[in-house]
């Protein structure tokens, strides 16, 4: 049986649902008025007590109507214009707002170190390390913070020292003093410190930061000296944490720590908090709601819980229930209690005024430095090693960018929907592919990869071949080594990947990490030059073009080569008139410093493309100054 409308207006009044603003209100109001009581109310003048009240209904609706429409819209993210809601609505979808952006540049930093009165080597005892959240300051007054450990006594491929003879003593004719550099990059940012008592327990505390531009925390401590970790959201337990690649952290990776000097570990954190940005500007901090006493937050299965909340019993097992009466969490984190809050902060008051030009950053403000002794045999000198921390200086030569105001309505709106698209997730083949590929370089640099469904061998006689295993992904990775030449990856750089993938990958992908080939090779081509030009001058920007064209950063893995591509390249050279020909060779022997791996060319050749290998492969000229030959010729 069908719902019968109930209403208290009389049947067969017609009552319309459209009007929204003050004049539609007023003119129906005077219009039913007109139709349903014609002998009560027949005066419609303006200045009639009956237009009083007609006016003052309509307004009445259009108030309501006003509110209404309002509040609908705000809530839309593309069209909400209150911050409030754009702030909820943005961590709802997982985008931070953002106070301020923070201009960044590479600083050189550069220290003094006595030479070894024994050989006048460089005596790297004095060679410090400055810690992260040193401050220096430009020229125009925009402080600039480190973020990371710049140590000078590492010297990697990845991450050089350069060293240089400073100063000559007069009387030895020998190098007194040399000089150190290495570059990081800082941020246009002032470390703050904020303290808080904390009195009796209380569940998901939150904490106000007053100061306005704040960038991030730095460290949350409390007066037993226990760490609290910042966490995305306070569900997650585990974060990943950067540890120098030595011997005492990993003696089996350690070998690799010249091009892979930090180690990717996975760390559980009971003490965390997370932070938002709230519309008054003011930065809070929440905590979890566990008790310091219960810092094991293990998720507990309890199966005798899995009916609670079903209608009917457990009979319903096949309607929806409340997973939270099956699997007990701790608490989201470890809440502080009756103990006091040390928080450093890093704000940037500056804005776009932190942009500062090239070579302006050249005050040291407040350097923190550790130096400890090379071996146990050394001493250091502590007035020399004094000395040495006043010998700092730096220079930027390159400007600052990226500075300004923080996140405009438009840009929440934008950078929320990005942020909800990408979802932190790796689900397609895309997904693995840019997961990959930005893993931080201080952990292995990788400069190509490719991804595949796994193929396994059928283990059936009579259907021999292979078979496709939709559970487990190949990603084939390849990196750069310090001359920026193709080379397979070290293990240690392989495991941090293996790590930095485990976050993000879905519960049943199997992810293989393996050495795409390397297929080296080597070009000859020949050209006919133009009567009026120089064929010395041509051939030469030829050659040019051809290194252009095979610069490694261009090619992928499994990229064809199309030939007719180096025809057009080459004819396309001021000066040629043709290109007669243009051949290439498999090169091989890694005496020379090519691959191992022979390539028939030919055979790979269909219709003027030369493919890779079934096995995912990249084509590389190894040595572009020995290994691109051309001639000018005639006919």
Known sequence: MALQKTSNISPGRDIKYLNKTFPDFKSQLIEYAKTYFPNTHTDFGDSSPGMMFIEMAAYVGDILSFYQNTQLQETFLLLAQEKENLYNMAYSLGYRPKAT???????????????????????MNYAFSVQPGSTFSSTSGPVFATIEEVDFRTDTEFNPTETTVYSIDASTNKPDYYLLKKKTQVISSEIKTASFNIGAYQKYLTLDLLDGGVVDIVSVIDAEGNKYTEVPYLAQDTV??????????????????????????????????????????????????GESSQIDEQIIPNPDNIGLGIKDGRSKLDMAYDPTNFMYTGTYGVVPSNTSLTVEYRINSYGIESNVPSN????????????????????????????????????????????????????????????????????????????????????????????????????????????????????????????????????????NLQTYLEQHRMLTDAINIKDAFLITLRVEFDIIVFKDYNNQEVLLNCITEVRRFFDIEKWQINQPIIISEIYNAIGAIVGVQSVPSVKLFNTTGEELGYSKYKYDLDDATIKGIIYPSLDPSIFEIRNPNTDIKGRVTTY
């Open 101 to 123: 952006n923070t201009s960044t540049t590479i600083l050189e930093i550069y220290q003094l170190v006595p030479a070894k009165g024994t050989d006048n080597t460089p005596d």
């Open 240 to 289: 990943f944490e950067a540890v120098e690649n030595i011997a005492s952290n990993d003696p089996q990776l350690h070998g690799y720590n010249e091009s892979t000097p930090y180690l990717l570990k996975v760390k559980r954190v009971p003490r965390r908090f997370v932070t938002r940005l709230k519309s008054d500007d003011n930065y809070e901090i929440q905590f979890g709601a």
């Open 360 to 495: 302006t950053i050249t005050k040291v403000e407040d350097i923190s430095i550790k130096a400890q002794p090379i071996n146990a045999n050394s001493t250091i000198d502590p007035v020399v090693l004094q000395r040495m921390k006043e010998s700092v200086a730096c220079a930027n030569e390159e400007p600052a960018t990226g500075g300004g105001a923080g996140d405009s309505i438009n840009d929440i709106r934008m950078n929320a929907m990005a942020n909800f698209g990408a979802q932190n997730r790796t689900v397609t083949k895309d997904d693995y592919l840019i997961r990959t590929l930005s893993m931080p370089a201080k952990f292995g640099r990788i400069s190509k990869a490719y991804i595949t469904q796994d193929d396994q061998i059928s283990p059936l006689v009579t259907s021999p071949g292979k078979i496709p295993n939709p559970m487990a992904l190949n990603i084939y990775t390849l990196g750069y080594n310090h001359k920026g030449q193709i080379t397979t990856l070290n293990t240690a750089t392989k495991t």
